[in-house]
């Protein structure tokens, strides 16, 4: 099957300016997760959607990161305006809860972001 | 918050010889994963263990839970040049199925000398 698509694979932009990265996962799953790793630590969970809705957002930093997942397949995560500590790999990554076997997750090749 | 501590943080062998990576978390768990991450394949699941599982083989992974020490380790063994990457584990802890959140520890980097 195929993995989870992510585009671009590199960003770089000066601060204050808006970025957006798509995130398309394997069919099927109905989890979609997006992560900000900092180098040198392990990812951190950004948002959560099943479906279309939004099951966790809590360490989103919503006065400038947004998420949406309009048909509940592929999702677009947005920073308006970015700063310097933005500068990190954004991972989507999806899964299948309804498997009752596992739960792990597949994730995509990343977003290297640098903010200038 | 990362819930996990891995522990080295760096680890350079042989091949062949065995690589033990360790892994401490806080708070009560459902599942705890094992995930490699490398230039090439980025980050790619590799074993999990269930909270009421002690021990989990697969392939050349060995890994293993002590709950009541929130800790769990994961053995690699006759390693390869190949198995040079971070680990890194994830706990879930969540309430349902659905809410289930994977919270990574800061990794391990394992450097396979051939």
């Known amino acids: 099957e195929a993995g989870v698509a992510q585009s671009p694979r590199y960003k770089i932009i000066e601060k204050r300016q808006s970025v957006a990265f798509w995130c398309n996962p394997i069919s099927g799953h109905a989890t979609l997760y997006w992560y900000q790793q900092i180098l040198g630590q392990g990812p951190k969970l950004l948002i959560q959607f099943q479906n279309n809705g939004v099951v966790d957002d809590s360490q989103l930093p919503k006065d400038r990161f947004s998420a949406e997942r309009l048909k509940g397949v592929d999702s677009t995560l947005k920073i308006q305006p970015a700063k310097l500590e933005d500068s990190a790999v954004y991972l989507c990554?999806?899964?299948?809860?309804?498997?009752?076997?596992?739960?792990?997750?597949?994730f995509g090749p990343g977003t290297r972001l640098t903010v200038t | 918050s990362q819930q996990g501590e891995e522990d080295p943080q760096a680890l350079s062998i042989q091949e062949g010889e065995n690589a033990t990576m360790n892994c401490s978390y806080k708070?009560?768990?459902?599942?705890l994963q094992w995930y490699r991450q490398n230039s090439g394949r980025g980050l790619v699941h590799l074993i999990l263990i269930r909270s009421n599982e002690r021990e989990k083989h697969s392939g050349r992974l060995r890994v293993t839970l002590d709950t009541s020490k929130k800790s769990s380790s994961l053995l690699i063994t006759a390693s390869r040049a190949a198995d040079t990457a971070s680990y890194f584990c994830a706990t879930a802890s969540g309430l349902s199925l659905n809410t289930d959140k994977l919270i990574f520890g800061t990794g391990t980097r394992l450097q396979v000398f051939p």
């Open positions: 708070t009560s768990i459902n599942n």
């Open positions: 990554a999806s899964s299948s809860p309804t498997r009752q076997i596992s739960y792990e997750q597949y």
